[in-house]
């Protein structure tokens, strides 16, 4: 699976948009995006994932550059309860044995 | 989402004993499940990838004899740290999924051993 790289760590507001990046240059055609969180002492939720069209649900909005070397997770609307480690995975699409790898992921403190 | 639970949430046990710990898919079927290990202030690792009615496939540097693991049926799959030691201490989480495309974690096991 290709290498991904993220801050380690960024603060940003309550109420505001925190933008998350990633980037995945190494990244192959049938290679998709996840992001999870993780909340101290819980395991990982999933957040979002995408393969090249930008995707958005309840939670978050993901956005993948046209070359899909990079992308971003966007939280519209920060809350404390969004302070987490985020991670930026990418896995192969496809098959059930395909794992996940996960690398530092960033650390996200939400401040008020 | 899907959920994954684990059992129990977190057990102490003494140094040299054996200890196992479940992972249920509560709503769907997984023919694969995945186990992981994270250690304080560190990100998870991937430990072993639990195939439904076949034997496990290990990372490298994971001990198949000390960390067994068993997936009888498509919604269990267990792990037995076998002879535990303090080293052994961590937080062990699952994760499944209900097709190739998603994959959903347990709340995770902190395990210590005394």
């Known amino acids: 699976d290709a290498k991904t790289t993220q801050p380690t760590s960024m603060d940003c507001a309550e109420g505001r948009a925190a933008n998350l990046p990633c980037n995945h240059s190494?990244?192959?055609?049938?290679?998709?995006v996840y992001w999870y969180r993780q909340i101290h002492s819980q395991g990982p939720q999933y957040i979002i994932h995408?393969?090249?069209n930008n995707e958005t649900n309840e939670m978050a909005s993901l956005i993948i550059t046209e070359d899909r070397k990079s992308s971003t997770l966007i939280l519209p609307h920060a809350t404390l309860r969004d302070t987490a480690v985020y991670y930026c995975i990418v896995r192969v699409g496809g098959a059930a044995g395909n794992k996940l790898t996960f690398g530092g992921g960033t650390r996200v403190l939400v401040k008020p | 989402g899907a959920v994954v639970s684990q059992h129990p949430s977190r057990v102490i046990c003494k140094s040299g004993t054996s200890v196992k710990i479940e992972c249920r898919s509560l709503?769907?079927?997984?023919?694969?499940m995945f186990w992981y290990r994270q250690f304080p202030k560190q990100s998870l690792m991937l430990m072993a990838t639990?195939?439904?009615?076949?034997?496990?496939?290990?990372e490298q540097g994971v001990e198949k004899d000390k960390f067994l693991i068993n997936h009888a049926s498509l919604t269990l799959s267990t792990l037995t740290v076998t002879s535990a030691h303090p080293e052994d201490s961590s937080f062990y989480i699952c994760?499944?999924?209900?097709?190739?495309?998603?994959?959903?974690f347990g709340p995770g096991t902190r395990l210590t051993v005394t």
């Open positions: 995408g393969l090249k």
């Open positions: 709503d769907f079927q997984a023919t694969t």
């Open positions: 639990s195939n439904e009615g076949s034997k496990a496939t290990y």
């Open positions: 190494t990244i192959s055609g049938n290679e998709y």
């Open positions: 994760s499944a999924g209900p097709s190739s495309y998603e994959q959903y």
